[in-house]
């Protein structure tokens, strides 16, 4: 599982890692957060209102679960399921909160923290995708700043300064991993 703050740049990473890595399949997440524009349900997440999250969780429908900016997220147990059945590694892409309690149901998930070179590089990336408006930023660079505290419990850390750099060492890290269980 891969996770660090918003902004850092997993989701970019993830796309490199995948192309290094073609038997790797990305899990896609549910969130009650609106869809931005190009984002299609089933693809970049499972679109869920409130009330339907709520009932998949009362389903125990989700591995983890978690709050983020004032929307809900969760790992499908269905998504991970259809794909660990076939021997299929799986990647989750996820905040601090979910991570732990990813690591606490699968320990053996290989667990990989993404750090930016700095809190400035950090902002500059939120705000040069575009995708949220300056509080929206604020907020996000609020929780950053507790979710980088969590470092040291997650196995790895990549910092994400050149990007080149970043995606081979993250590929390096789950090749090493794989042959083991990976997550
Ligand atoms: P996350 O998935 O962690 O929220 P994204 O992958 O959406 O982050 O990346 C946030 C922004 O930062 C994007 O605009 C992306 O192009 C940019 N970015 C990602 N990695 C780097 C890097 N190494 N150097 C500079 N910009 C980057
Ligand atoms: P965004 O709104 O930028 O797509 O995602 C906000 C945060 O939610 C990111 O840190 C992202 O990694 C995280 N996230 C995405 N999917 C999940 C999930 O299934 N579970 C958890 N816990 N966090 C997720």
Redesign the pocket.
């Known amino acids: 599982m891969i996770t ?10 993830i796309r490199g890692l995948l192309e290094r890595t073609p038997e790797l399949e990305l899990s896609v997440s549910a969130t009650t957060r609106r869809p931005r524009p190009g984002e299609e349900d089933g693809i970049a997440y499972h679109f869920l209102t409130d009330a339907e999250f709520d009932r998949r969780v009362d389903a125990g429908d989700f591995v983890e679960h978690a709050i983020y900016s004032g929307n809900r997220y969760g790992t499908l147990r269905s998504e991970l399921e259809r794909r660990l059945a076939v021997g299929a590694p799986v990647v989750l ?1 996820i905040e601090v909160e979910g991570a732990r309690q990813v690591r606490a149901a699968m320990p053996a998930a290989i667990q990989v923290f ?1 750090a930016p070179p700095s809190r400035d590089a950090l902002r500059a ?2 705000v ?2 575009g995708t949220d408006d300056p509080d929206q930023v604020d907020e996000r660079m609020r929780t950053a700043e507790r979710e980088l505290g969590a470092q040291p419990e997650f196995g790895h850390v990549v910092v ?4 080149e750099a ?1 995606t081979d060492e993250l590929a390096r890290i789950v090749s090493g991993a794989l042959g083991g269980e990976a997550g």
């Open positions: 660090g703050p918003s902004g850092v740049g997993k989701g970019t990473l892409e993404i990336r939120l040069g995708r994400n300064d050149r990007l970043a």
